[in-house]
Every structure is written in structure tokens, then in C-alpha cells.
């Protein structure tokens, strides 16, 4: 049996996918764990824990989802548009949270709110992710090669709970990186 390429571009994608969930789930669970520590030096520690690595971890959702739209365009089509609501929330939470990592060092005044946009923004990143994969998981309707669902399809009680799920194995992943 020959490795054919469309196998190995999947598994180079599922590779991408996985250490994205894994590489940049500690610093979302960091983020997810942020609004439980109430002392400066404590949040201050959580966040120079990660500062040398976060955005470097998100690359690897760039070449999963690059890879997808280049090798593999019609599913990239398909999926992309039963899900443009949980994927736009998840990129404005990651949006939210590097924005948020860069400006809380340069003010004193507004740090409680750079504080709220990180924890804000990870938990958003990570519960939509888990509503995407929960969506995915659950099926996509499709009919003559496109989605023929509506915009709301993707909301469902079990998005919902892999949503939650997620969060919480990202937590337990922040919780880890910080012991």
C-alpha cells in the first residue's frame, strides 16, 4: 500500500490541528484560569509564563487551516461557511487576547481592563472552538458538493456541552503549565 498524498495531507493537517490544540491550549487555559487569581504578582506571573511563546503556538492554526483551504478546497468550502459564526467569535477572542498581551504592560490605569479582555478572550477562543468541533462532529448538511444548512445550525445542545468541555480541558491544561 503507497502513502498517496491526499492521505498525507490529512495526516499533516490532523499533525497541525494537534499541536495547536496542545501547544496553544496551556496558554488558553492560562487565560481561562486568569480571572481566578486575584493578586497583581500572581496574574503578573501567569502571563510572563507565557509571553515567550503564545503567538508562536497559534501558527500551527494557520497551517491547519491554510492546509485545508489549499489541498483540500472543498471541504474547506463546505465547512467553512456551516461554521462562520463560531469561527469569527473564536478569531475575535484570539484577537481580544493578543491585543490584550501586548497593551497590559504599557498602563498602570487600564490594566484591570487588558486583564478582562485576556481571560474574555481566551475563554471566548477556547468555548468556540469546542462549539466548532462539537458541530463538526454532530454533521454538516450537504447537498450537490455545498452546505445547505442555515446560520444557526451549528448551535446545538451538544456543540454547547463540547464547548464547555473544551474549556475545561483547556483549563486543566493552563493548570498544568502553571504547576
Keep these: 500500500m503507497a502513502l498517496d498524498l491526499p492521505f498525507l495531507w490529512a495526516a499533516i493537517i490532523a499533525f ?7 501547544l ?3 496558554d488558553l487555559g492560562v487565560g481561562i484560569l486568569f ?8 496574574r503578573d506571573v501567569m502571563m510572563n509564563s507565557v509571553a515567550p511563546v503564545w503567538d508562536g503556538n497559534e501558527t ?15 471541504a474547506y468550502a463546505t465547512i467553512l461557511p456551516a461554521l462562520y ?5 473564536m478569531l475575535l477572542g484570539l484577537i481580544f487576547r493578543g491585543v490584550a498581551f501586548e497593551y497590559r504592560w504599557r498602563t ?3 490594566e484591570f481592563l487588558w486583564d478582562i479582555a485576556f481571560a474574555g478572550g481566551s475563554m471566548v477562543a477556547a468555548f468556540m472552538q469546542g462549539v466548532a468541533l462539537g458541530a463538526l462532529v454532530q454533521g454538516i448538511p450537504v447537498t450537490g458538493r455545498a452546505y445547505a444548512g442555515g446560520w444557526w445550525d451549528w448551535l446545538t445542545p451538544f456543540s454547547v ?8 480541558g483547556y483549563g486543566l491544561l493552563g493548570a498544568t503549565w502553571l504547576v
Excluded: Q, S
Design 60 to 74: 500551527w492554526l494557520v497551517l491547519g487551516g491554510g492546509g485545508l483551504m489549499a489541498v483540500f478546497p472543498l
Design 24 to 26: 496553544d491550549g496551556f
Design 161 to 168: 456541552a463540547t464547548g464547555i468541555a473544551l474549556l475545561i
Design 108 to 110: 498602570k490605569r487600564g
Design 16 to 22: 497541525a490541528v494537534l499541536a495547536y490544540v496542545i
Design 35 to 42: 480571572p481566578f487569581f486575584k493578586e497583581k504578582h500572581d
Design 85 to 89: 459564526m463560531p469561527l469569527i467569535l
